[in-house]
């Protein structure tokens, strides 16, 4: 008997193999799936703070007072970007407007009325661009007006929600001419509980996205499109018969 449990392996003396294989407690799948895990904790938690320091950007921008540029450009995207940026070509923030991003049966005429523009500043201070159709178009289409002309400072307006991105976008395009943003306030954020709003907080949400998105894009150099309609052009009001 003695000799029989002499011969045996004691409890301490077998071999360990709770760390062999990928489920072992310390198997490299089980090592993967728990830093995978805290890898996509770190990122929801960036993601979450990301997105309430962009809403508090948002809902505290305010436009500039007493600024003046060369020309000015409005986004489109509803008559009350256009009222605003047409309101300041009036009281001399710049010299000319570009309107970017028009669809292509909307014509000048029915801009003018809608906006209650005279034709008179419509024949010599306000351009159309017909080309872009997203905001990297916007960028493009600014950019390729500006060239043209050759202004140094340029106001842009659009939505303050709009804002970021359309300077990150605007400045990639044209890394040599000074962009001052002019936010318009969007009707559903100006009240504190903005939040509450599903179509405020749709549209904080939608543009967060595209805003980290093209963030993204910047840093690993990820090409686009244009933006542009290949039959889209700069008209001028003047022209319109």
């Not at 072992?24 to 895990?37: K, N, V």
């Not at 040599?176 to 939040?195: C, H, M, Q, S």
């Not at 998105?213 to 090409?223: E, K, L, N, T, V």
Request: hydrophobic share 40%; charged share 25%.
């Amino acid at each position: 008997m003695d000799r029989m449990t002499r011969n045996q392996p004691s409890q301490g003396d077998r071999p360990d193999t709770s760390g062999r294989g990928l489920f072992a407690r310390r198997g490299l799948l089980r090592r993967f799936l728990r830093y995978s895990g805290l890898l996509v904790l770190l990122c929801a938690a960036l993601l979450v703070a990301g997105f309430l320091h962009f809403a508090d950007s948002v809902t505290t921008l305010r436009p500039p007072e007493n600024v003046k540029a060369d020309a000015i450009v409005v986004l489109t995207g509803g008559y009350q970007r256009i009222d605003q940026a047409i309101d300041l070509l009036k009281r001399g923030y710049g010299g000319r407007l570009l309107i970017s991003g028009v669809n292509p049966s909307t014509t000048a005429g029915q801009i003018r009325r809608a906006t209650r523009t005279s034709p008179e500043l419509f024949a010599c201070c306000i351009d159309i661009g017909y080309a872009a159709i997203d905001t990297i178009g916007n960028a493009n289409e600014t950019a390729n007006w500006i060239r043209d002309r050759g202004y140094k400072s340029v106001l842009v307006v659009t939505s303050n929600y709009h804002m970021a991105r359309s300077l990150m976008e605007l400045r990639r395009s044209d890394k040599v001419t000074e962009f001052i943003g002019y936010p318009v306030v969007n009707a559903d954020l100006k009240t504190r509980a903005w939040y509450r709003e599903p179509d405020a907080l749709r549209t904080m949400l939608a543009e967060y996205a595209k805003s980290v998105i093209a963030y993204a894009r910047g840093i690993i150099g990820w090409s686009v499109g244009p933006g542009l309609r290949s039959s889209g052009e700069i008209a001028d009001p003047a022209d319109e018969s």
